[in-house]
């Protein structure tokens, strides 16, 4: 029997197969013509669906991938936001919300009303449809980088407002038709909705940091308790009376700060939906359209129209009112609009409804959401384009501008037998830490070292270093970064090091505390003061024992006169990058100065990390408030000096010796470089 002698296609392998070959060839020649790729997968699904050429069908297993990559999709998004700025400007997002809902659901009901005379009800729930908005154009303002834009967050946060309102709608309609509205039904609702909230964003959390903290080392574990709480998440707001893309939402949010941004895990979460899940929703709304019922009757293609013209007009008016009140300019205003009149739930909404009787939800009803859908589906991606590379210029245009030297971090590591279980563990923390402080942007590869002492069998010593090293690779390719070994053979690690340093143009040293003190020879101190005096580049040494992701506070000890270090500017970079990738909130202790100074550095920085800054009067109070207040979970940033530069006293030196005996948990311990050209640094006021 030929491929395709019977039609629609049934056969499962046969269905996945042309399915991956639509992922893969639709995006690209859509690509090929400057069109959103996503645009593509829909077409196809049109063409080939049973509306048309007719090759498959939209059965179970086509339903079921799809519904999984709309929640795959608000995961995503919640996953995705920079939640410091999204509490920030939470009031963006609330009014945001509200507009974007109550101007739909306000003309659409009287719309309904007027023109098609709709009862209050029928008419409530057809303003629904678009009162509510799906991210769809969510993977290019992600592949754009915009995500982090005030206008941007502002939708992303707002989305959770409009669609649990819109979903409020429908339940509220729904249940009215079945009985009467009682104060009992009020309650019930009222306590499911604080219990998906308030379940998933305590609980979660709590339990994924200690899940965590419980792995050995990095692995697809972790991946799968993600998507464990993930659909957990789902099926608890279906339990609690929701839609489960809210709680595939708000679990998003939940796990924000426990999936580092540029990290191994958030690769493996991206990858997944990006090529499996997401493209088959797309594919499923595409195999929804039948072109010819909503083209050959007259009430569909109303129907159809009056959606489309009701969604695209009254989603800019919440756009640009809210755009308004808070000055975005128009490109972003235009994105907004091209994220919000995505919809995907309309569908939901309308089929839920049909089921319930609803008067007015019928066949046509049902095509004219279709074909809603569709057509947001193709403008949605196209405005979120257009206007968002506007917004990356704009934004481009506003950022100082790098120096020539690029960013280069070397990892010194321990050369012990391959084995060494906690030796690869203090190995992946300090990739880890590499990852958080790595800029952006960058292209460089990660510099890893081995220092071997000659002697006896010094190849076989080379031969066993780089084994020891060689997974550091492995790792490091799960967030999809390239690792350059290097192996020195030196009778002193710091002269080693050293010379590694100049010979690749390093800027940046990682020195792991526990693992330098596992060295045979001298103390870890004498190697790490060696390294201090015999280079000018940004040194950290730090001691990371719990994974980054499980850091609920940042505690920042910031020491007198260091901030007058002509490059203490790289210090506080470097901990902003820590804080963004943490996504904890810094306490700032500033020892024996006023910390105006301090402040006015952070401000120059533009962190969205909440800092909290308290006044330390002198170095025994600081020894007591790090003994007494540190806990396990808290990591410690101590900006310190090298001696004879700007900053130093003898008590850094005490204090630094001091730290891994004050906590049980990361601290780290940042050296600003010496030298250098410092015209990139900010002219601050020293008045």
């Avoid at 004219?368 to 506007?390: D, F, Q, T």
């Avoid at 940004?538 to 506070?553: C, D, Q, Y």
């Avoid at 396990?632 to 130093?648: E, K, P, Q, Y």
Wanted: with cysteine; proline share 5%.
């Amino acid at each position: 029997m030929t491929l395709f002698q019977t039609m629609p296609v049934e056969d499962p392998v046969t269905i996945f197969a042309l399915a991956m070959v639509i992922f893969l060839v639709a995006p690209l020649l859509l690509e090929r013509h400057r069109l959103p790729g996503i645009i593509g997968i829909i077409l196809v699904g049109a063409a080939i669906g049973p509306n048309a050429a007719g090759i498959i069908e939209r059965g179970e297993a086509i339903v079921l991938l799809g519904e999984v990559g709309l929640i795959y999709l608000m995961f995503l998004a919640g996953v995705e936001i920079d939640l410091n700025r999204f509490f920030d400007n939470i009031d963006q997002s609330i009014i945001f919300g509200v507009l974007a809902f109550l101007i739909p659901q306000g003309v659409g009901t009287v719309f309904g009303m007027w023109v098609f005379g709709f009862s209050l009800s029928t008419a409530l729930l057809f303003a629904a449809i678009f009162a509510s908005h799906t991210l769809l154009a969510y993977p290019i303002a992600r592949q754009l980088g915009i995500v982090g834009n005030d206008a941007v967050t502002a939708t992303i946060g707002g989305t959770v407002l409009t669609n649990v309102l819109a979903l409020l709608v429908l339940v509220i309609v729904v249940a009215s038709a079945e009985a009467p509205l009682d104060w009992l039904f009020w309650v019930e609702l009222g306590l499911g909705i604080t219990l998906l909230f308030t379940g998933i964003w305590y609980i979660v959390p709590w339990l994924g940091r200690r899940f965590f903290r419980s792995l050995a080392e990095e692995s697809y574990f972790e991946f799968l308790f993600v998507m464990a709480a993930l659909f957990g998440s789902a099926v608890f707001a279906e339990i609690v009376g929701a839609e489960p893309i809210i709680g595939a939402l708000v679990a998003g949010l939940a796990l924000n700060r426990l999936i580092p941004d540029r990290g191994p895990l958030m690769n493996r979460v991206q990858f997944v939906g990006n090529a499996l899940f997401i493209p088959f929703f797309l594919l499923s709304i595409g195999l929804l359209v039948d072109v010819s019922l909503i083209v050959g009757g007259r009430e569909s293609l109303l129907l159809a129209g009056s959606l489309i013209g009701l969604t695209l007009v009254t989603k800019f008016v919440a756009s640009w009112l809210t755009g308004l009140l808070y000055a975005y300019d128009h490109d972003q205003i235009g994105s907004m609009f091209g994220l919000s009149v995505g919809q995907a739930e309309a569908l939901a909404i309308v089929l839920i409804a049909f089921e319930a009787g609803i008067p007015g939800f019928d066949t046509d009803m049902i095509n004219g959401a279709v074909s809603m859908i569709l057509v947001v589906s193709l403008v949605s991606p196209i405005v979120v384009e257009k206007y968002g590379r506007a917004v990356v210029t704009k934004e481009g245009r506003g950022k100082r501008e790098p120096t020539d030297l690029r960013q280069r971090i070397l990892i010194p590591f321990t050369p012990v037998p391959e084995h060494h279980e906690k030796l690869m563990k203090y190995h992946e923390s300090l990739l880890d830490l590499a990852l958080s402080i790595r800029e952006e942007q960058s292209t460089e590869p990660l510099h890893t070292l081995a220092v071997v002492h000659p002697g006896p069998k010094t190849e076989q010593k080379v031969a066993t270093a780089d084994a020891a090293i060689a997974h550091t690779e492995e790792y490091a390719a799960g967030a999809e970064v390239p690792v350059t070994f290097h192996t020195r053979v030196d009778h002193n690690i710091a002269s080693g090091i050293t010379r590694a340093a100049v010979e690749n143009r390093i800027t940046t040293i990682l020195l792991d505390w526990d693992g330098m003190r596992l060295y045979r020879q001298p103390l870890f101190s004498q190697t790490r003061r060696q390294v201090l005096a015999w280079t000018d580049q940004l040194v950290l040494v730090s001691r990371i024992r719990e994974p980054l992701n499980t850091v609920s506070r940042i505690i920042v000890v910031l020491p007198p006169e260091l901030s007058h270090n002509p490059n203490f500017y790289k210090v506080g970079q470097t901990i902003e990058r820590i804080a963004a990738g943490t996504g904890a909130p810094i306490r700032a202790l500033v020892v024996e100065e006023s910390g105006d100074y301090y402040e006015q550095l952070f401000g120059e920085l533009e962190s969205n990390t909440p800092i909290e800054r308290e006044y330390i009067d002198d170095w025994d109070r600081l020894i007591r408030v790090l003994s007494e207040d540190v806990t396990v979970s808290d990591l410690v940033v101590c900006a310190s000096a090298r001696r004879n530069t700007i900053g130093w006293r003898p008590e850094l030196q005490e204090l630094t010796e001091r730290v891994p005996t004050l906590t049980s948990g990361d601290f780290v311990v940042i050296y600003p470089p010496v030298g250098g050209d410092t015209d990139e640094q900010p002219q601050l006021s020293m008045e």
